[in-house]
Structure formats: C-alpha cells, structure tokens
C-alpha cells in the first residue's frame, strides 16, 4: 500500500462550488504540506502543518484553507472553486528527525474546474 | 527572494546516450538541494539530497553536483534507458526557511 494516499484522484467540479481534497499517511510523520503544481511552474506551497496544533500559510493561500484532523490526515478545502484554481495537487509529508530530511509524496490529485 | 530555474525545460535524447540536467539558484545561502523525478500519476520521488556542505551525490546511473559559489547544481544521467522517461525537478531548502522551493523542471523523453 502506498504511504501517502489522495483522494479524490480526479475531480472536475463548477465554479462556486465547495470541494475538498484528503490527503492520509501511514509514515508517522508530523511533517504534512499541501502543494499546486501548474504547467511550466513547479510547485507552489499552498498550507504546511509541522504537526497537530500547527498550521502555516504557504506563499498561495488565498482561496484555500486546511484542516488537520489527525497526525496521519491533512484535507485541503476550496471554499468557492475558481477556474484559476485548475490545477495538479499534491500532499507531501516529512520527518524532521531524519538525517537528511525529504519529503515524500502523494499520487496527486487533478482538480478541473469549469 | 530565492528562485530557482532548470534548463532546459525539455529534452529528448536516443537510448544509450549520457546527458546533464541543469538547476541554477539566486540565492547560495541553502540548507540542501534535492533532485525529484515525476511520473505522471504518481506523485515525486526524491533521487538525490545534497547537504550545503556536500559537492555530489551518486546513485546507480545518477550524479548530482551542487556548486554554491555558482549558484549551480546539475543531475547526470548515464547510458539513459527509455525508464528514464519523466520530468526531473530540482528543489532547495533555503537557510532560515521551511519550505522547499522549486523549479519548473526538465520533461525528459529518451527514445528507444
């Protein structure tokens, strides 16, 4: 089984509407990230959470909040889906204790909105 | 603010041959630097970490190198195989940040 799942894998959804997306690990790690990745972009850092009690924008925030229900789940909501907002989502984890610390990742999730 | 740029951003080479991807940075004050490789549908995987005290990593057919005076790290791939087929990003933890920041990242095809 993978360690860091998503779901939904594909969502298509109109404008204005609330979607959410759910990310779960079985790494144990405290570390969870939320990231959007456009074409010709990278990938842009949305939320992080460095555990429980912890939430931190990221450098995109705007139009997106998160949740983090347990150490092994972070869901990222669009609270009004925009057209803009189109695009590949991904939730990573990591664990700072590791020596060289890297972060693994999820499948992603592809989001269209009309 | 940190940015960081790959060249070229896509590359298409035959089988066998060796090739070099290139990542360059603004900003040499950095904590590490990762080479990811993504498949589509199935998220990134992380190849190589260079800490900043580090000059390369080797894994198998893969060597990264990192030069902070240059602002410059490159990803060698020998005798490419058809399974190398992805896009190779490059990401780096900035000193004194949390986050990684990324390229856009080189989409790699080599033909059989």
């Known amino acids: 089984d993978a360690d860091v799942t998503q779901t939904p894998r594909n969502r298509i959804t109109k404008t204005g509407k609330r979607i959410m997306l759910e990310c779960s690990q079985t790494?144990?790690?405290?570390?969870m990230y939320w990231y959007r990745q456009d074409p010709g972009l990278g990938l842009q850092l949305i939320y992080y959470s460095f555990d429980v009690k912890d939430i931190n924008k990221g450098e995109i925030s705007d139009g997106y909040s998160v949740s983090r229900q347990a150490q092994a789940k972070f869901s990222l909501s669009l609270e009004s889906a925009i057209p803009n907002q189109t695009a590949l989502y991904f939730c990573?984890?990591?664990?700072?204790?590791?020596?060289?610390?890297?972060?693994?990742f999820g499948p992603g999730t592809r989001l269209l909105v009309l | 603010k940190q940015e960081v740029t790959q060249i070229p951003a896509a590359l298409s080479v035959p089988e066998g041959e060796n090739l070099v991807l290139n990542c360059s940075f603004t900003d040499s004050a950095i904590y590490n630097l990762q080479w990811f490789r993504q498949d589509p549908g199935k998220g990134l995987t992380s190849l190589l970490l260079?800490?900043?005290?580090?000059r390369e990593q080797t894994s198998g057919r893969l060597n990264a190198s990192l030069d902070k005076s240059s602002g410059r790290s490159t990803l060698y791939i020998a005798a490419s195989q058809p399974g190398d087929s992805a896009t190779y990003l490059c990401?780096?933890?900035?000193?004194?940040?949390?986050?990684?920041?990324f390229g856009a990242g080189t989409i790699l095809r080599v033909k059989s």
């Open positions: 990573a984890t990591s664990d700072p204790r590791q020596a060289q610390e890297t972060q693994y």
């Open positions: 790494k144990g790690h405290d570390r």
């Open positions: 260079i800490q900043s005290s580090q």
């Open positions: 990401a780096l933890y900035p000193f004194g940040g949390n986050k990684l920041v």
